[in-house]
């Protein structure tokens, strides 16, 4: 089964400042997808940033981008210019290959505290 | 865009009685997923459905029952119900692999479902 895990319960970080969240997986499949999820206080779960392991070149999203590391099996999500509304529980997870009903599996989350 | 909708967003039961959630994938989505977080805790995958069938079976109590119907929506029947049962539902969809952004699951807002 596959494993995910975050070994940072909580982070926080000044407002403007670059903060990196680690997350390590591990699988023996060689195509999946990656994730990073952001879940405010209203507990939405709000996709952040989404990698495929077969493509080198690293997914961003504005201020949010990804360092993944396929052979150390790493993912980690840096956000720049960070802003208050990114504090927020943020969860990594992973997917199987692409067949139907793949499930998501999630580490245990990093909360993020984004200090003014 | 239409998101995932999921009815009702609060639910309180007692100790022992039957409890329904709903869900309403996206349009075209065609896969239903069914967490659960505890207080605290990561989403943990209950079940999921594609194409009607079920397609994956997670830690769902058998006290537990699922389907999804022929226009896509889904429902979680839970019996019995336990203090322990109280937590977050959250219901996500996607779609097959193939499209731009296939292999993306996106979750509702949730049901929150509290036992006393």
């Known amino acids: 089964a596959q494993t995910v895990t975050q070994s940072q319960p909580e982070m926080s970080v000044q407002e403007a400042e670059t903060v990196t969240l680690s997350c390590t997986y591990d699988t023996s499949e060689s195509n999946y997808y990656l994730f990073w999820y952001k879940q405010p206080p209203s507990r939405q779960m709000i996709l952040v940033i989404r990698q495929e392991a077969y493509k080198q070149q690293n997914a961003t999203e504005n201020r949010f981008s990804v360092n993944f590391q396929k052979a150390a099996k790493s993912f980690s999500l840096k956000i720049s210019d960070s802003q208050l509304g990114d504090t927020a529980m943020y969860f990594c997870?992973?997917?199987?290959?692409?067949?139907?009903?793949?499930?998501?599996?999630f580490g245990e989350g990093t909360q993020l505290t984004v200090n003014p | 865009a239409a998101g995932v909708i999921q009815s009702p967003r609060h639910l309180i039961k007692e100790k022992r009685e039957t409890a329904t959630l709903k869900c309403y994938p996206i349009p075209r989505h065609d896969t239903v997923y069914w967490y659960q977080q505890g207080p605290g805790q990561d989403p943990q995958f209950l079940i999921s459905f594609y194409e009607k069938m079920q397609s994956d079976k997670g830690s769902i109590p058998d006290r537990f029952s699922a389907q999804q119907f022929s226009d896509y929506h889904s429902e979680l029947n839970m019996s019995s119900l336990e203090l322990g049962d109280s937590a977050l539902y959250f219901c996500?969809?996607?779609?097959?692999?193939?499209?731009?952004?296939?292999?993306?699951?996106?979750f509702g807002e949730g049901s929150w479902l509290t036992v006393v």
């Open positions: 997870a992973f997917m199987n290959p692409p067949t139907s009903g793949s499930r998501l599996t």
């Open positions: 996500a969809s996607t779609f097959p692999s193939g499209m731009s952004s296939g292999n993306t699951i996106y």
